[in-house]
């Protein structure tokens, strides 16, 4: 009996061994082919990330240097547009628009078109800005909300308002300033009154120490809701 058992266990082993060789036979090419796609997927990433991204966010981290110095310095025209040598925000999008540089560049010419008061161009850049820093993106919105209202379109500058003052919360001053500016559209341009108490009441609530919080009183003492404390 054991000479018969150990006779299969050798078939058995012997069928899974053909098996095996059969199962690599047909697949061993595919399978290398796959496994040299990957290598080359692989190494075609690092090469890309470092000799073609990583320069490029370098060149357009340098390029921008000069624009950012004349933003700082309120000089809108020559940030935005160069001084001829050195380039201005729209020839860092145009030419490394993908790069965070490039990014940011957007946020800036945002900010340098409502100056120009080119609201319309300035909405455009800044909506393709985004950030990971919830400080720098509910800035984005608020200006976004700023570049509406100049344009008389309150319900959206009322939307963009309300979303940068919920943003990042933990600014309590840029929120509560965020949040009272969409408080006082719904009262005074969107006829929300319902609208326009909720927020002076969320303003009360959440950042009670601000400037914004001790106005909210008077504006809701309009509208009846309370009676401002002598």
Not at 24 to 42: H, T
Not at 107 to 134: R, W
Request: hydrophobic share 35%; charged share 30%.
């Amino acid at each position: 009996m054991a000479d018969k058992k150990n006779v299969q266990d050798v078939d058995s082993g012997e069928v899974i061994v053909a098996k095996a060789k059969d199962f690599w036979e047909k697949y061993s090419k595919p399978l290398m082919i796959a496994s040299v796609a990957i290598i080359v997927l692989v190494g075609g990433w690092y090469i890309y990330q470092n000799f073609f991204e990583k320069p490029k966010e370098t060149k357009a981290a340098e390029v921008m240097f000069k624009a950012e110095d004349y933003y700082r310095q309120d000089s809108v025209l020559l940030a935005l547009n160069g001084d001829g040598q050195n380039w201005g925000f729209l020839k860092v999008i145009d030419k490394y628009g993908g790069t965070d540089a490039g990014n940011l560049a957007r946020f800036y010419a945002g900010d340098c078109f409502i100056k120009l008061n080119e609201n319309q161009k300035a909405i455009d850049q800044l909506k393709k800005f985004s950030s990971s820093s919830k400080p720098v993106q509910a800035r984005a919105y608020k200006l976004i909300g700023d570049a509406y209202g100049d344009l008389g379109k309150n319900k959206e500058a009322f939307d963009y308002y309300k979303k940068a003052g919920h943003h990042f919360e933990k600014d309590e001053t840029n929120s509560a300033e965020a949040l009272f500016m969409a408080a006082y559209l719904a009262q005074r341009s969107l006829n929300d009154n319902n609208g326009a108490i909720e927020l002076y009441k969320e303003i009360k609530e959440k950042f009670p120490r601000t400037d914004q919080a001790r106005d909210a009183d008077n504006y809701l003492a309009q509208m009846g809701v309370y009676s401002t404390e002598k």
